[in-house]
């Protein structure tokens, strides 16, 4: 058991400690399979947690039985990070956690081309020392 103080907790710090709390406490409960009223407790569930997250969304009351499974409905308010789709409990789950895959995969980061010149296929910037640095295409 881990003993902390409280009152020493910064704002940021509390809000991180409930966001774990909460996820660790949605991971305990439901590590079974579920009937429909349990998986609607758990949405209202996964709604605060979200919520608490800061998390939004134009839709998520809708379900249905899909692929031998109970999927939700979301439709996210962010879609640039997050996508609308049909979702099992622990996909939304995982949400809360920010993975899975209502998360938009992030696209790998081009390389910093600021400060580069391209002739002929080839990049080339000056350093400080007066030297030149190339990279071909």
Request: hydrophobic share 35%; proline share 6%; no cysteine.
């Amino acid at each position: 058991m881990i003993d902390f103080d409280l009152e020493s907790l910064s704002i940021p710090e509390l809000e991180r400690l409930r966001d774990a709390i909460n996820q660790r406490l949605l991971q305990l409960r439901y590590s079974t399979p579920r009937s429909l009223p349990e998986l609607l407790r758990m949405l209202e569930e996964v709604k605060v947690v979200l919520s608490d997250q800061g998390k939004e969304w134009r839709s998520l009351e809708r379900w249905q039985w899909m692929d031998g499974q109970i999927r939700f409905w979301l439709n996210p308010a962010d879609q640039v990070h997050y996508r609308p789709g049909w979702y099992t409990i622990d996909e939304l789950i995982l949400w809360s956690q920010d993975r899975g895959p209502v998360l938009v995969p992030q696209e790998e980061e081009e390389e910093e081309l600021e400060g580069w010149t391209e002739i002929n296929g080839v990049r080339i910037r000056w350093l400080p020392d007066g030297t030149m640095e190339r990279i071909e295409g």
